[in-house]
């Protein structure tokens, strides 16, 4: 409620200034120099007030009309997951963006997640700011140290220094695993990289009901209320930003960056979102896939002319599926499509806010619905729980469906007792109409993502298609010319590295402008591909993405492995949409070119050497210090998972001093969280399969 009296001063104040001196304008000043310069003081000083005229320094001021920014990214999802790309996952947030937006068919991005989110925040090849691979797999050499240069301002950054409020919420994964504690130290949080502030995890992965959380520069633990949801808590956050900022400052434009966990594994959704998808897959992922290509011919997502590609023997057929196990398969499914249409509800959930703002006109939303294509690290019969995978363990379906019962039954796979992760046969019908999917950078089942771009009041071809070339380091840029700012040359006195991506405004209002991006690299754990011109040649390591056995990786040991020797594939991807007919035999000096023109922008972008991010598995340094002890006090809790003690394939021994263990329970619990932990009992587990009740005697 105002106070009279309040009212009063502010008049009287506004009376003062026109006699005695002005607020000082903000004025032009050089925009690609960050942050802005102290302003120089432009009133008068005397001895007394008489005769001195007060001036008085304004915050920076965005360029006006600057649009306000919602940048969405899902998880692991693939390009034929969504139902406004013709898939069977009900999208209706994305469907209705897109029918007031443009839908883009020819967007890219890395193929894996941390290397995404460093191209889309940066602007840059993901190499060239330290992000070869995860945030989990660091490697000795500038393309794979995860750590994010200061040459490389992020655009939360560059908003930041131009007058936006900006704010990141959910998945983060830009931070190395080694530093994600209340040590620090923090110049890769996210605060440090350009957020005014951040809510939510720091890591790869999260469980949805029960996540390890960041608020700023705290780590804050895991949620109390019983009822959490991480997606539902996401929305909440953004709004309560949107209207906090917007209350205090209704003309500073935002920038949010909305990013879920969801739908990475584990994938855990309330029930009665899977049950919308009761029976829906019992058809299996061949039929699936048909049927979604059919939608996406049928919506004119893909041209007519595109082929649906072939399956590669790594997925088996789903008619070669015991009777028993389909079930349990199809279940799988039906799990995934309720967390991901609960994934595009919570992106409702903001861009309804920002409507009843009614801020819709002008803020502008690009909303990517993948950061890499559907993850296939399920293995081919999928786990109840993805570290098994995760740490080379996989499961036959005696042993999957043993543990199911262990953990009561089928009915709660996606629940918050399981961290479950479907079988990789699905992921390949998600990522129709193309081969593979996550990791695999080689092809367009893992670099291949839907996007939707809207701005009402700018984007006038509402409903339309964009099949221009793009790519996640375009995002920076595009965003850049539309709020109608430079690229800074220098930011914190530090010289500035070229954004490698391109806008691609001109497309919001031009179906025919020309693809600006030309040419791109692309490359993950050894897969890769070289795109020019409409050309692309690519290279898959001989290896199934989810194998990572000893005996698979012994194959590409240093001096076992020549990457030369790799098959190389050709496609014209102008005429030939899903990378469906391999031409390399027909065009030898393109596939020549393309190779040299490979290892040349290798070199460039700090791709090399191929594999840097592996190279412990062989013998080389991690880089971490070689601590053999670790103490705990009492009272810490929530130790992110880069920073526990190595105690994997050594021995090791932990004691503990328990003032009364009758009434706290206390477990070691390698390879993941697990919610048994119960009061008076010591308990030792790996991975969830093996479980040691340890005896009193040993307390
Ligand atoms: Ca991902």
Not at 601 to 623: N, R
Request: with cysteine; hydrophobic share 35%; net charge neutral.
């Amino acid at each position: 409620m105002f106070k009279p009296i309040g009212c009063l001063i502010v008049i009287a104040l506004v009376v003062a200034l026109q006699i005695t001196g002005s607020a000082a304008d903000d004025g032009e000043w050089d925009r690609t120099v960050l942050p802005r310069p102290p302003q120089p003081f432009q009133g008068v000083t005397k001895r007394s007030l008489e005769g001195s005229v007060a001036t008085f320094t304004q915050p920076v001021k965005a360029p006006p009309n600057a649009p306000n920014i919602l940048l969405v990214l899902i998880d692991d999802a693939g390009f034929g997951n969504p139902s406004t790309f013709g898939g069977p996952v009900a999208t209706p947030t994305f469907d209705k963006l897109a029918t007031e937006g443009l839908r883009y068919n020819r967007f890219h991005v890395t193929a894996l997640c941390s290397p995404t989110r460093a191209a889309l925040l940066s602007g840059r090849n993901h190499h060239a700011v330290g992000f070869g691979s995860i945030c989990e797999l660091i490697g000795g050499w500038p393309g794979y140290s995860t750590n994010w240069p200061t040459s490389a301002a992020s655009i939360a950054q560059i908003l930041q220094g131009n007058g936006y409020n900006t704010a990141a919420i959910g998945k983060w994964h830009l931070t190395p695993d080694a530093q994600q504690g209340p040590a620090g130290p923090f110049d890769r949080w996210p605060n440090a990289l350009g957020f005014d502030y951040f809510w939510g995890f720091l890591g790869g992965e999260s469980g949805q009901f029960d996540p390890v959380l960041a608020e700023n520069n705290s780590i804050i633990g895991v949620p109390k209320d019983k009822n959490f949801y991480l997606n539902d808590a996401m929305i909440e956050h953004s709004v309560t930003w949107i209207r906090d900022q917007k209350a205090q400052a209704p003309d500073r434009p935002f920038f949010l960056y909305f990013s879920t966990g969801a739908t990475h594994a584990p994938h855990q959704v309330p029930k009665e979102w899977s049950d919308k998808y009761k029976g829906k897959f019992d058809q299996g992922w061949d039929k699936l896939r048909e049927e979604t290509f059919a939608r996406q011919k049928q919506l004119g997502v893909i041209p007519a002319n595109a082929q649906l590609t072939s399956r590669d023997p790594a997925f088996p057929a789903w008619n070669s599926v015991p009777p028993e196990v389909k079930k349990l398969y199809a279940h799988q499914m039906e799990v995934y499509a309720g967390y991901q249409e609960n994934a595009d509800h919570a992106v409702g959930g903001v861009v309804r806010a920002i409507e009843d703002m009614g801020l819709a006109d002008n803020t502008l939303i690009i909303y990517i619905f993948g950061d890499n294509g559907a993850s296939m690290e399920g293995t081919e019969s999928g786990t109840f729980n993805e570290m098994t995978t995760l740490n080379g363990v996989p499961l036959t379906n005696e042993q999957q469906l043993k543990a199911i019962k262990a953990y009561g039954g089928l009915d709660k796979w996606g629940g918050p007792d399981m961290a479950p992760h479907y079988a990789a046969g699905w992921a390949w019908a998600g990522n129709a109409p193309f081969k593979w999917g996550k990791q695999v950078a080689s092809h367009l089942g893992g670099i291949r993502n839907p996007m939707v771009v809207t701005w009402p009041k700018r984007i006038k071809d509402k409903g339309s298609l964009r099949s221009q070339f793009t790519h996640c380091t375009d995002i920076a840029p595009t965003i850049l010319e539309a709020a109608g700012l430079p690229e800074p040359k220098e930011v914190n006195g530090v010289a500035q590295m070229p954004m490698h991506g391109v806008s691609f405004l001109s497309t919001f209002d031009d179906a025919n402008a020309p693809s600006k991006h030309t040419q791109q690299y692309f490359e993950i754990l050894g897969n890769r591909a070289m795109y020019k011109d409409g050309w692309l040649a690519c290279w898959r390591l001989d290896r199934i993405p989810w194998k990572i056995d000893p005996e698979t990786l012994a194959r590409f040991a240093p001096g076992k492995w020549d990457p030369d020797k790799d098959k190389c594939e050709l496609y014209n991807l102008d005429e030939d949409f899903s990378q469906a007919n391999d031409v390399a035999d027909k065009y030898p000096d393109r596939v020549r070119d393309l190779t040299a023109l490979f290892w040349a922008e290798a070199e460039k972008y700090q791709v090399l050497p191929l594999l840097g991010e592996m190279a412990t598995i062989w013998g080389f340094p991690k880089g971490l210090p070689e601590q053999t002890k670790f103490t705990y006090y009492n009272g810490t809790e929530n130790i992110s998972s880069g920073m526990i003690p190595p105690i994997y394939n050594r021995s090791y021994s932990i004691s503990a001093d328990l003032d009364n263990p009758g009434r706290s329970g206390l477990g070691l619990r390698p390879g993941y969280r697990w919610r048994d932990c119960r009061r008076g009992q010591l308990s030792w587990r790996l991975l969830a399969l093996y479980r040691k009740r340890l005896p009193q005697a040993d307390l």
